[in-house]
């Protein structure tokens, strides 16, 4: 537990500076989006090209964990879009939101640290498959659907364009495709460059942290209790739930991975994910769903380390 809680303890820490910056006036509210873009375009695509590229595909790829993880997602996605489009069916930007929401955990800032104390060198490669699962098939369909919702009534060639072309623009997609390529050539960046996107990679997670807590003051779970427990149960209950059930159907041929699956299944969603809902008006609903959803995973976190350890 003392373990646990040295890992968890610095990461409230920091969301609570940040929430204390707006709230004493250092900052306005305003000035988080900046923070946010710096962690969107430049510090989280460093951390993700420095993960990638420092490893081979082979190193990286176990065809068992991507599906299994990969179904039990999508799944729990498509549950939850078809229950936030009932709930409010003049919303679907923020249906596409929940859904993913409750789908994509919190790999890089909990789930890896939290799988790396519990179960060594295993964690990190259980780090790369969720980073190339969710970058390439759950953000991106997340943030389609996002888009799509955004300019419904146009023609569906129209908007499945757009939508490509804005995946295209995404630095987080661009980064794994470069991450990729480096690690499938063998090629090593020049010190100086290596050294910037360390200390752009290192900045994400602090700097990510920080904007979250900022984003949280003043936001009130008061008028979207609903919404967010939807999100919050589909993240803590119902895809740990998938996850389970797709290892007792096609479980990893290493034991060590079939644990670090649960393990990251039971984390809260991104950091990045009121970031993410800035860009269409979610961000307050996003935090607010962020802050409900992080403050219980403690519980499903301590409960799977339990069982797996």
Not at 69 to 94: D, K, M, N
């Amino acid at each position: 537990m003392a373990d646990i809680l040295a890992i968890t303890v610095p990461i409230f820490l920091i969301v609570g500076l940040g929430y204390g910056a707006v709230h004493f006036g250092i900052l306005a509210r305003g000035d988080v989006r900046v923070f946010g873009l710096f962690v969107l375009n430049f510090s989280m695509p460093a951390l993700i090209i420095r993960a990638v590229s420092q490893k081979s595909l082979t190193e990286l790829i176990d065809p068992r964990y991507i599906v299994g993880y990969t179904l039990a997602s999508l799944a729990v996605f498509a549950v939850v879009y078809a229950i936030g489009r009932i709930q409010a069916p003049e919303r679907p930007t923020r249906a596409a939101f929940q859904a993913l929401g409750a789908s994509v955990s919190n790999s890089g800032f909990i789930g890896y640290p939290v799988a790396t104390m519990a179960l060594g060198p295993v964690g990190a490669i259980a780090f790369a498959h969720c980073l190339l699962l969710e970058n390439l098939v759950m953000l991106p369909l997340g943030l389609a659907m996002a888009e799509a919702a955004q300019q419904a009534g146009k023609p569906v060639g129209t908007v499945l364009g757009e939508v490509f072309r804005r995946l295209l623009r995404n630095p987080l997609i661009f980064a794994l495709l470069i991450g990729a390529a480096l690690s499938l050539l063998s090629l090593r960046l020049p010190v100086p460059l290596a050294r910037t996107i360390d200390l752009l990679a290192n900045a994400s997670a602090p700097v990510s942290l920080f904007v979250i807590g900022a984003t949280l003051f003043g936001v009130e779970v008061r008028g979207m209790f609903r919404a967010v427990s939807l999100v919050a149960l589909g993240k803590l209950l119902l895809h740990p739930l998938a996850v389970l059930a797709a290892i007792w159907l096609y479980p990893p041929r290493d034991p060590e991975l079939v644990k670090a699956m649960v393990i990251f299944s039971s984390v809260s969603m991104i950091t990045i994910y009121p970031i993410l809902g800035q860009k269409y008006g979610e961000a307050e609903f996003c935090a607010a769903a962020l802050l409900v959803t992080t403050a219980f995973s403690f519980l499903t976190i301590s409960v799977m380390l339990y069982f797996v350890i």
